[in-house]
């Protein structure tokens, strides 16, 4: 069972393309492991509107930002916004406010 699905904007795409396929395929692994699961290691809530899901590679904290989109009567939507590779413990402000931005404009379109 799946609790949610998850679609991929542009940003997030381009990071995605940004990286080794190795890396590429433990990203796409947890999301779907999140999917199914309710694991705050994989996919945890940041504020109000803001997620992230949570990938470890290699020593490199990946991390995509994401949030809901409940407009759909279908199955939840999770939206990714963008990543980044974390080089700090908290997800730096400017990233948050990013994604911010991001699911604004997504909505609003």
């Known amino acids: 069972m799946r609790f949610f699905e998850t679609i991929f904007l542009e940003q997030s795409e381009l990071f ?40 470890l590679f290699s020593g490199l904290q990946l991390r995509l930002l994401a949030f809901g989109d409940t407009s759909k009567e279908t199955k939840s939507l999770v939206v990714t916004t963008h990543g980044f590779i974390k080089k700090t413990d908290k997800v730096p402000i400017r990233e948050l406010k990013k994604a911010e931005q991001i699911r604004s404009i997504y909505l609003n379109n």
Do not use: C, H
């Open 16 to 55: 995605l393309d940004s990286l080794d396929k190795k890396v590429v395929e433990k990203i796409l692994y947890v999301i779907d492991l999140a999917e199914q699961t309710k694991d705050p290691k994989l996919f945890k809530k940041l504020n109000k509107n803001i997620w992230e899901f949570r990938i």
